[in-house]
């Protein structure tokens, strides 16, 4: 159980054009779903938090107008880098947290398998 | 400013001894802690976590520590397998300030990753 997909897993582009990437939970029902930023060799920087329903909130330093976060559903998030440059370019992973886990497992995040993003 | 923090980039241990892995954490308002493992180009599993109030957790081969008054954390990995073989990170949460303005959404906040190498 707790299977979160990413779809899709890796995407070329061109400096200018914008990408969209869908993170689903297959098995469980996400209130909450968080997106992530990797550079190489560093940590997983949150860029922002999306509950359904509702807008994303957003970390400091992240522009909400070119990282665009769709809640719809209780199972999908979408995450849409618009006017993308190559210094967008980088792994992106989204989790979701189960909305039946309470308690302290309602910390508990399930990962996707990310998307690596290349801006050419 | 990093919160929580793992020193030690990288770590290489022997096929069947010990792998301890580090993390130290500033803000004395987390009260959850989390260890995931991650392998490149896939997102985190979450391998075992610790409330404020335990001082140990412990799950098969893996126990994680808690020090809250040196506010430092450590994973044991006893026996060592070369498939653990990994980049972990250890993050943390805080309901209270998850709390803030009403909305309460377990945000992590990762550590910059320990590389591990068992070697068989």
């Known amino acids: 159980g707790a299977v979160v997909s990413q779809h899709p897993s890796r995407v070329i582009c061109k400096s200018g054009t914008s990408v969209k990437i869908e993170c689903r939970s297959l098995d469980f029902q996400a209130t909450t779903m968080f997106w992530y930023r990797q550079f190489p060799k560093q940590s997983l920087m949150l860029m922002a938090t999306?509950?359904?329903?509702?807008?994303?909130?957003?970390e400091q330093g992240v522009e909400k107008d070119k990282f665009l976060i769709n809640h719809a559903s209780l199972t999908l998030s979408t995450l849409t880098v618009t006017s993308a440059h190559p210094e967008d370019s980088s792994f992106y992973i989204c989790?979701?947290?189960?909305?039946?886990?309470?308690?302290?497992?309602?910390?508990?995040?399930?990962f996707g398998p990310g998307t690596r993003l290349t801006v050419t | 400013d990093q919160q929580v923090k793992q020193n030690s980039p990288s770590l290489s241990v022997q096929e069947g001894r010990i792998s301890i892995l580090n993390c130290d954490y500033t803000n004395s308002m987390f009260d959850y802690f989390l260890w995931y493992k991650k392998y490149p180009a896939e997102g985190p599993t979450f391998l075992i976590s610790?409330?404020?109030?335990?001082d140990k957790n412990e799950d098969g081969r893996f126990t994680v520590f808690l020090n809250k008054s040196a506010k430092h954390l450590s994973l044991h990995i006893v026996p060592s397998q070369p498939g653990d073989s990994a980049v972990y990170f250890c993050a943390a949460s805080s309901l209270i300030l998850g709390n803030a303005g009403g909305t309460s959404y377990g945000k992590l906040t990762f550590g910059q990753g320990t590389i591990l190498t068992v070697h068989p």
């Open positions: 610790i409330s404020s109030i335990k």
């Open positions: 999306s509950n359904e329903g509702s807008k994303a909130t957003y």
């Open positions: 989790s979701a947290r189960d909305r039946q886990l309470g308690g302290l497992n309602y910390y508990e995040q399930y």
